[in-house]
């Protein structure tokens, strides 16, 4: 609170994001670029809504000491003449960031692959499996050439 200022701020900056239903949410997630994931909380999208509510509000010097902090390219590293182009490139990076590391913790490797949207292929692809049935889940490994465990 105290980079942002009043904490009467703050919290007037997050208190709708508490009151999204979880469609709202969900739509906030998927409009961020992010693949749909079963089982991923309201509670864990809400946290990252709320972070980059916050990211977006700092004054910009500020976003740079918060990317630097988490060894992140900063303003100097930026495109664009803008400071807003600017502050979008920041916040995405944060996020970015910050899936990664979310989905390092879930177990996809993420940061040994890398690449952010590699990485977001095989959350999809994970996804698509949890989604379907067992027959049709067995048939996709069959055509794949692995054999069934009993």
Do not use: H
């Not at 990211?55 to 303003?75: H, M, N, R, T, Y």
Request: aromatic residues 6%.
């Amino acid at each position: 609170a105290t980079r942002m200022g009043d904490a009467r701020r703050v919290i007037a900056l997050l208190e709708p994001i508490d009151s999204m239903a979880p469609r709202e949410l969900n739509d906030w997630y998927k409009a961020a670029g992010f693949p749909e994931e079963k089982g991923l909380e309201k509670a864990e999208i809400a946290r990252l809504a709320k972070m980059v509510t916050i990211w977006e509000a700092l004054p910009i010097a500020e976003l740079d000491k918060v990317c630097k902090e988490q060894s992140i390219p900063g303003l100097a590293e930026c495109q664009g003449a803008s400071e807003e182009s600017k502050r979008l490139q920041l916040v995405e990076r944060l996020l970015v960031a910050e899936q990664m590391q979310r989905w390092e913790a879930a177990g996809f490797q993420a940061l040994r692959i890398g690449d952010v949207s590699r990485v977001m292929q095989v959350v999809a692809r994970y996804g698509e499996f949890q989604r379907m049935s067992d027959a049709d889940l067995r048939k996709v490994c069959s055509d794949a050439g692995m054999s069934e465990i009993e």
